[in-house]
Structures are given as C-alpha cells and as structure tokens.
C-alpha cells in the first residue's frame, strides 16, 4: 500500500478474507460444541451458553488488550518504526500471561458462588460449573494467540491466521467427537467433554502458531521474542489504549452473559433456543467480525502514515465490501432456516420453534454490517475511550429494552431477541456522529 493512496478494494480483501478464514475455523468450535451438545440434551445445550459466555467476557479482557496491542502495532506498522513492534508484544505477552493467571483463579476457586445466585436450574447450575473448571484451562493458550494475532493483524500479514485456525478447528472437532460421546477408545464426559476439547485444541493451535512465527519471521527485524526486562512504560502506553478496549469487550459479552441470564429466566426451551441462535448469530456475524478488523488495522496504518484524510474513504469503502458480502450470506441462509438449525438440535419441535429467533437475527445482521465497521473506524482512530462511552451507552438500552420485551412484557422468545435491533441502530448513529465530527484527529499514540 502506498502512503500516498487509499487501500484499493482488493488489498481490503488481501487482509480480510484470511481473518474471514480464521473466524470461521474458529467458530467450527462453537459450532461443533453446540451442535454436539444438542444431541446429548437441552440442559447441556443451555448450560454451555450460559458457562461458554461466562468464559468468553473474561476472555475478552485478554482480547479488549490485544487489540490496544494491535492498534499501537499498525501505528507503529505504518511509521516503519518496525524494532518498537517487538517491544510492544514481548512486554505484551508478559501481561498477557499474568492477566490469564488472575483469571484462571477466579474462576477456579469462585465461579460456582459467582453463578449460584443468577441461574434458576439447578441441572444447568451444575452442567455450568462442570463446563468451567475443564475450559479455564485453555486460557494461557488462548492469550497467547491473541498475542500473536494482533502482530499478524498489526503488519497486514494475516495468510498465517488461516493455518493455525485449521489446525485448532480439526482438533477441536476430532476431540469433541472423542470426549463428549466416548469414541475411539475415550472416556465419554458430555459437556466436560466439550470444554476440554475446546482447551486442548487451544494449546495446539498456540504451538503451532509461535512454531511458525519463530521459524518464517524475520525476529531481528521486529526485534520481536528478545524477552528483555519487563517494560510497565510500554505496557502502560499499551493499556493507556487497550484499557478502554478491554472493559468494552468484557461489556459488550458481559450484556450478552445477562441477556442469557435473563432468557433462562423465561425457562429451559427458550435457554436452548437461543443457544442455538448465538451459535448461528456468531458463524453469520464472521463477515463482519473480519473486516471489522480489517477496518481497525487499516485505519491505525494510514493514521500512522500522517494520512487522516484517508481515514473516512477507508470507512466507506470497507463498509461497502461489508454490506455486500453480509447481505448475501443472510439471504442464502433465509432460504434454508431448516437446514441451518437443524445442524444443532434433530428435535423438530426445538427447529420450528427457533426458526421466528434466527428470521430476526438475520436482519439484524444487515444493521451490524454498517455499525460495526463505523465503530471499528472509531477505534482504530486509537480514540477507545470514546467508543467504551459509546458501548456502554448502547449496551445500557440494549438490557433495558431486552428486560423489558423478556420479564415485564413477557414476549416470545423472538420478539425478545428484536433488542438486538436497538443496540446495532444506537452503535452505528453514536459512531457515525463521533467519526464525522472529526475529534479524533486530536489523538497521539
């Protein structure tokens, strides 16, 4: 990419469609867990929304980091300041490693009290804990490749992402296949089963992907795995960016942990339904998740190049790829909802009563196809205060209207899941607003 020129379509493509090949290797995890569990029962199929979100709001402090680390990155990136790269994310990975530990505590020694007082089943209380105390274990592994993800992502260098997703997605699906029903000689351990399958196939995937940096990256030229002193000025710079990031991350799961906290208040039926539908929403949402990125990391680039001018255009042409590729995907799966979700669960009724829930989604997918590409542009502006005000002003109405159409109204399933509308309409107008007013040309990094 020329500094004097705007990312042509196809160099947005270059970068995305690795991430887009990542996510969906990854997502095979969710999927294959879910669609698993499904064939061994409603509860477990609720408990791993319930324990799966649970771990993944924790998980996101790691990743909301990750993305500070990759916003500084592509500034650093597009400077060609390449020796500072290595700093940032050896000094990353040192935090990286003890945030995973703290978390790797709490949940070990305090998840059954923090989730006693929010879950009304007992049968899902228990599967719930079981699912956590296996799935803690992949979160060192799982920090690491955050670690690696946001360097790849950082330099535009994101065709390795595709491997390693493979590599973690094969193992996954194998050991789910193993552990969860008892083949190939394996214990049979259910739902246990499916989260350490998913923390075994995390480790394997973390391997392969510092195998690889260590034998195809040019380590000098990055000054990257120097494992130097421990550096709290770098880490501190990082966080002055990623903090934002990772309290909006552990937000915007954490309201997606309490909309399902108040879904099993509506019972074990609709728990599972929307299990089903958070599965199918995250596989669809891949688009979007990808250039997303791509957004963020291109935006940090041409910023670090003394292009702002180019910061808007860049937007524009993203969110145009987006919307292009999102819409078709959502009308190709509109024509068969009965195949989509029949992958999760063989039971009729659960299919024909899910099906209102994933119409909805779908057309909330066209919304979060503009707003989370506006909201992406307003974090690689590295302006991640303003977009945590923005998010959490979002996820306050978001819980509100889903409280309101679950508990005190006490709609279907589907019209409750209609909140996602609100909260995508509400992101994207607050983006919008804060991307054209043209303050985030007053930040340094």
Do not use: C
Not at 134 to 142: K, N, P, Q, S
């Amino acid at each position: 990419m020329k500094s004097s020129s705007i990312p042509s379509y196809r160099r947005i493509w270059t970068i995305s469609l690795p991430i887009i090949l990542s996510l969906v290797a990854q997502n095979v995890i969710n999927v294959t867990d879910t669609a698993f569990l499904g064939r061994v029962g409603e509860v477990e199929l609720g408990a791993s929304a319930i324990a799966g979100l649970f771990y993944i709001s924790l998980f996101m402090l790691g990743f909301g980091f990750g993305i500070g680390g990759q916003i500084l990155i592509g500034r650093r990136n597009g400077e060609r300041n390449y020796t500072e790269i290595g700093k940032i994310t050896d000094n990353s990975l040192y935090f990286l490693m003890g945030m995973g530990l703290l978390l790797f505590l709490i949940i070990k020694l305090f998840s059954p009290a923090m989730l006693r007082p929010l879950i009304s089943s007992d049968a899902v209380y228990q599967a719930s804990i079981d699912f956590l105390q296996y799935r803690i274990y992949g979160i060192f592994f799982a920090f690491g490749n955050i670690l690696l993800r946001a360097f790849y992502i950082g330099t535009t260098s994101t065709k390795v992402l595709t491997y390693n997703a493979l590599i973690m997605a094969a193992t996954n699906v194998f050991l789910d296949y193993a552990l969860i029903f008892g083949n190939f000689g394996f214990p049979e351990m259910g739902i246990k089963g499916a989260a350490l399958a998913s923390s075994i196939a995390e480790a394997i995937s973390a391997i392969y992907f510092f195998a690889y940096t260590f034998k195809m990256v040019d380590l000098r030229k990055y000054n990257l795995f120097s494992f130097g002193r421990f550096d709290w000025a770098i880490v501190r710079k990082t966080l002055d960016i990623s903090i934002f990031v990772m309290l909006q991350y552990f937000l915007s799961l954490a309201s997606w942990f309490v909309f399902f906290m108040i879904i099993e208040k509506m019972g074990e039926r609709p728990l599972a339904i929307s299990n089903i539908i958070r599965s199918a929403y995250l596989v669809l949402m891949i688009p979007v998740f990808a250039f997303g990125s791509t957004t963020n990391t291109l935006v940090s680039n041409v910023i670090g190049r003394g292009r702002t001018d180019q910061v808007i255009p860049v937007i524009k042409k993203v969110a145009i790829m987006n919307f292009i590729l999102i819409g078709s995907v959502v009308a190709i799966s509109a024509l068969i909802p009965n195949l989509l979700i029949s992958v999760y669960t063989s039971n009729p009724e659960l299919v024909q009563q899910t099906i209102p829930s994933f119409y909805v989604v779908m057309t909330s997918l066209l919304l979060f196809s503009f707003s989370n590409i506006l909201f992406n542009g307003v974090s690689g502006t590295a302006n991640t205060a303003t977009a945590l005000t923005i998010e959490f002003f979002t996820i306050s109405v978001y819980l509100i209207a889903a409280y309101i159409l679950a508990v005190v109204l006490k709609l279907e399933t589907a019209y409750v899941w209609m909140s996602e509308y609100i909260y995508f309409l509400t992101l994207g107008l607050l983006s919008y607003i804060y991307l054209k007013s043209g303050n985030w040309r007053k930040k340094q990094v």
